[in-house]
């Protein structure tokens, strides 16, 4: 590509891409600082909460002559989410992949590292040599460049063995502990790649339905092959990926504890504080990013299901049709060279018009009196009877969620059908109801399979439940049970 070429193509990013329209607009400094501030706490923020925020940020600016404008929070934040930069879903906020892209871009210049670093040369070796071995057809060749693999751990298993233990030096860790703090900050931005994919591959079907005449059964096999394609996608194979290692317990919680060990280093003091938050709450973060995509994807293919059984698509076929065709008999029209003026005369059919006055309308005749002849009357009792004791006998959900605490504490990662297998449900559907509040409150990720639940009821009936399958664990607890909203 020439030059003239180049140019050509940056000039279509400078005035079409999202990123670049945020990084060159007049605001940006303001739009940046109010996304990092509003959502330093939480991923998502209630849309009236952000715009106070955006107000009293927007008056403080005027005050001191940083920010001169006329408009109100509510103006900017619909802008924003119109190009993007924000998502409001169900009237909540949050960031969109662009944003994160946009900030991760700003926080590299402000933490420059150099990208020649040893840690950065190893991930490229390690990566090049696991490549080669993958590629290569030659049962041989493969197998010796595994046994090189294998020799060089078998060196260090013996060079520990033998009491000699090789230290990293402090440069050498800081650089990978940074490096951990890096990667692992990209997950997030994984997840909003996949929500802005589901919402491309709804459009792009939609469009589809509109401007083709596709059966239902073509419509759906189009949605299938879009699914297949976003699961081949970086973003997608992403996400399964830490699917499969959120449902493997002894591989998530192999590695929360690895996280904990290295924050507990001395080493982890050179990151910043919220770096080092952000690295202990990695899992519980993952698994309310990944909560989010499965309620994305769910409430897309419902809405897609609406969409195709209503018949909304062949309405909006059809009326594209008349459109289309009025608009050729139009320029037909001019094209004719016709007095638009010309007075014709029009005699339109119509029936005769029916006017009805409210005592036209058939009034229900009254219910007859309620026969209250066996009634007896009652007086009212101080103390309460034992069939009414019988019905306050309920489950005390506080009370299942320490048991439920106190269990993942000992057990790790584990998903309702594992607890009740700890503690067999007893009280019937009432207590299984308790542990699906508990998964909700502390808003445990969410799978879309589901599982098979043994529980008895008060009469020792035995019962069998499916239910959705949640995995749960302390990390997701706050650190006072109390402040759970059970």
Same mark, same amino acid.
């Given at each position: 590509?020439? !030059? ?13 891409? =999202? !990123? ?37 940020? &927007? ?36 960031? $969109?992949? &662009? ?73 050498? %860790? ?15 931005? *994984? ?7 589901? #919402?491309? #591959? ?8 509109? =401007?083709?005449?596709?059966?239902? @059964? ?53 990151? =910043? ?37 209503? @018949? ?29 003026? $010309? ?27 309620? *026969? $209250? ?13 034992? %069939? ?18 106190? $269990? ?29 509040? &508990? ?48």
């Amino acid at each position: 590509m020439n !030059i003239l070429g180049l140019q050509a193509k940056y000039r279509r990013l400078y005035h079409e891409n =999202s !990123i670049w329209k945020l990084l060159r607009a007049d605001n940006a400094p303001h739009i940046l600082a109010f996304i990092v501030d509003l959502f330093a706490e939480q991923n998502e923020v209630p849309y009236g909460r952000a715009r106070n925020v955006l107000d009293e940020l &927007i008056k403080s600016s005027r005050e001191q002559g940083i920010w001169q404008t006329e408009n109100n929070a509510a103006h900017y934040l619909n802008h924003w989410i119109h190009s993007g930069w924000l998502r409001e879903i169900d009237g909540k906020l949050s960031k $969109t992949d &662009i944003s994160e892209t946009v900030l991760r871009f700003c926080q590299g210049l402000d933490e420059r590292a150099t990208h020649t670093t040893a840690s950065h040369l190893r991930i490229v070796q390690d990566a090049v040599r696991d490549f080669v071995v993958a590629l290569s057809e030659n049962i041989e060749e493969r197998v010796e460049l595994l046994e090189q693999k294998k020799l060089v751990i078998q060196n260090e298993i013996d060079a520990l063995l033998a009491g000699v233990v090789t230290q990293l030096e402090e440069s050498e %860790q800081k650089e990978r502990i940074r490096e951990i703090y890096q990667l692992a900050s990209i997950l997030t931005g *994984d997840f909003r790649r996949v929500e802005d994919e589901i #919402r491309l #591959r709804d459009k792009e079907l939609r469009l589809d339905m509109i =401007s083709g005449a596709y059966s239902r @059964g073509e419509v759906l096999l189009s949605l299938m092959e879009k699914e297949q394609l976003l699961a081949q996608s970086d973003a997608g194979s992403a996400f399964d990926g830490f699917c499969q290692l959120l449902q493997d317990q002894d591989r998530s919680t192999e590695f929360r504890e690895q996280l904990r060990s290295i924050l507990n280093h001395p080493i982890a003091q050179q990151l =910043s504080e919220s770096q080092r938050k952000y690295l202990g709450q990695l899992m519980r973060e993952l698994g309310r990013e990944s909560s989010r995509v499965f309620q994305v994807r769910r409430r897309t293919e419902e809405g897609l299901r609406a969409y195709i059984e209503s @018949g909304a698509a062949l309405e909006n076929r059809l009326i594209d049709q008349f459109l289309s065709e009025l608009e050729k008999n139009a320029v037909a029209l001019l094209q004719s060279e016709c007095d638009l003026k $010309t007075e014709v005369q029009v005699d339109l059919a119509v029936g005769s018009i029916q006017l009805n006055s409210p005592e036209s309308l058939a009034l229900k005749s009254p219910t007859e009196h309620m *026969d $209250t002849r066996k009634v007896e009357e009652q007086q009212n009792k101080t103390e309460p009877s034992d %069939q009414m004791l019988k019905y306050l006998d309920s489950v005390r959900v506080r009370a299942v969620a320490e048991k439920v605490y106190q $269990t993942l504490a000992q057990k790790g990662v584990m998903s309702i059908a594992h607890l009740t297998q700890e503690h067999p449900v007893q009280a019937g559907l009432e207590e299984l109801v308790a542990y699906l509040r &508990i998964a909700k409150a502390i808003k445990a990720p969410q799978m879309q399979h589901t599982e098979q639940v043994e529980l008895k009821d008060r009469s020792g009936v035995h019962l069998q439940a499916s239910i959705p399958v949640y995995y749960l664990s302390t990390d997701l607890f706050p650190k006072n049970i109390d402040e759970l909203a059970l």
